[in-house]
């Protein structure tokens, strides 16, 4: 029997910051929408996976509005293809998510906001922050999490300095390596000891690395708390 028809608004993701990442957020939106809605149901949704070379080296020269353009357009496209929601599916480049935002008129939802709210959701008054340098250093992400009453702690710079090289050298090539969890756990425990009660893995590749079975403090996962969101907004009546 054909299952009924279920209205579900397109989720548009602005990708390839890595592509590694972005494959997690196509299937943790489709795992959810299934979940959710059962049968052979899977989420509307499109995908611009922008050449993270080209992102990289903005990044690194610090040309942020340079980036934030290519982001724009890309927003621009998905929403003229049909999208209504937004991802941005990073958390370095959301220092430039108000230009993204403005771009259009869809719905754009800033990855630090279902992070926020299941952390709150824990009872939890102090988080320490894993991701890139531009994440952890700058105001732009801290900030956005501390207006919900959180602290917001990060590790000290040498600890900062490793995160940052795992993730660019390593994680967003598909790079595991066991060397790099023990070094993400130390990091985490430290943390620990000045006061975390949990940690945001702040960087959508993290959660390749580290999971609930390498750590004992609650882990909030950024890309699947945003895929999560994104769905929950889609198939709202």
Not at 54 to 82: C, F, M, P, S, Y
Not at 148 to 170: F, K, M, N, W
Not at 177 to 191: C, M
């Amino acid at each position: 029997m054909a299952e009924m028809s279920r209205t579900m608004r397109t989720i548009g993701l602005i990708g390839g910051m890595s592509w590694e990442s972005t494959a997690i957020y196509y299937k943790a939106i489709n795992e959810e929408t299934q979940r959710l809605l059962g049968g052979h149901h899977n989420a509307r949704s499109i995908v611009l996976s922008l050449d993270f070379a080209e992102i990289e080296a903005h990044q690194a020269a610090g040309q942020w509005n340079e980036a934030a353009a290519l982001l724009r357009d890309a927003a621009k496209t998905l929403v003229r293809a049909g999208a209504s929601i937004l991802l941005l599916c990073t958390n370095t480049m959301h220092k430039v998510a108000s230009a993204v935002a403005e771009a259009t008129d869809a719905t754009f939802i800033h990855i630090a906001d279902p992070t926020a709210t299941e952390i709150r959701k824990h009872g939890i008054r102090t988080v320490g922050l894993l991701g890139t340098r531009y994440t952890m250093e700058e105001d732009f992400y801290r900030q956005r999490i501390e207006r919900s009453g959180l602290t917001v702690l990060i590790p000290e710079r040498q600890e900062r300095d490793d995160v940052h090289a795992i993730i660019y050298d390593e994680l967003c090539h598909g790079l595991i390596k066991d060397d790099s969890r023990t070094r993400y756990q130390a990091i985490v425990s430290s943390l620990a000891t000045r006061g975390a009660e949990g940690v945001i893995l702040g960087c959508t590749e993290i959660g390749m690395l580290l999971d609930s079975r390498y750590v004992n403090l609650p882990l909030f996962d950024t890309a699947r708390l945003h895929a999560m969101a994104a769905v929950a907004e889609s198939v709202r009546s």
